[in-house]
């Protein structure tokens, strides 16, 4: 299996190439741009009902993942996030672990495992309270709203909780206001979480609660006096 990352880092989209029959990838419901026509599609709950569950409530991601599977050589298909971003790859060896925000995921290999993290309540208005964790080994590819910002973490590092995508399990966290209380209600930073350790963090350079921030005057509104 050949990969290829296009377009980045506006509108990233994931290309792979099949070398051979039986070759699998599987991604996120609705993750499908194109595809060979003789490829093979099986859309299934991973694990069974009670740990695509689990998934969805707590780790944010869908019920239902779709497995794409080559018949000849040479098929591909394209896969694409729904925010406009990035897309990174990342391999784990056997065992090794990896943190995604909600939402994040995108493709994997049929090796890799999809689980969920308690993050404690320190992650309530962090990254979440439940993380989705990436468990190798295997290949898997994340998606992010607006482009990727890796930073090599080596002691203490603070990051908007909105820009956090994913992180390595030597990095610890925990939420704080953004400069006290006043930055809380007036800087317009909100909450921030502080890593600490050593690892790969990455972020993503927009966040969603601006973009709503900025649509919102135009929104249509309903007058009450409206029929």
């Not at 295997?138 to 203490?156: C, E, I, M, Q």
Request: hydrophobic letters at 40%.
């Amino acid at each position: 299996m050949q990969t290829q990352m296009l377009q980045k880092p506006d509108f990233g989209i994931l290309k792979v190439v099949f070398d051979a029959p039986g070759e699998t990838i599987l991604c996120e419901s609705g993750a499908m741009v194109s595809r060979s026509a003789e490829m093979q599609m099986k859309t299934s709950m991973r694990g069974g009902l009670l740990a695509a569950a689990k998934r969805k409530l707590l780790g944010g991601e869908s019920i239902f993942q779709n497995t794409f599977t080559a018949t000849a050589p040479g098929q591909e298909i394209y896969l694409a996030a729904s925010p406009e971003g990035d897309i990174e790859t990342m391999t784990l060896g056997a065992g090794q672990e990896f943190y995604l925000q909600s939402g994040a995921y995108l493709a994997s290999e049929s090796s890799v495992t999809l689980d969920t993290k308690f993050g404690g309540f320190k992650g309530f208005f962090g990254p979440g309270m439940f993380l989705v964790k990436m468990v190798g080994p295997g290949t898997f590819w994340f998606n992010s709203y607006g482009a990727l910002h890796p930073v090599d973490v080596n002691g203490r590092f603070t990051c908007d909780n909105d820009h956090v995508v994913g992180f390595g399990p030597g990095l610890d966290y925990k939420v704080r206001a953004f400069g006290g209380m006043k930055g809380l209600f007036f800087s317009g930073e909100a909450l921030v979480c502080e890593f600490t350790g050593q690892g790969r963090l990455y972020a993503q350079t927009r966040r969603g609660p601006n973009l709503a921030a900025f649509l919102h005057p135009f929104r249509p509104v309903k007058s009450s006096n409206d029929d």
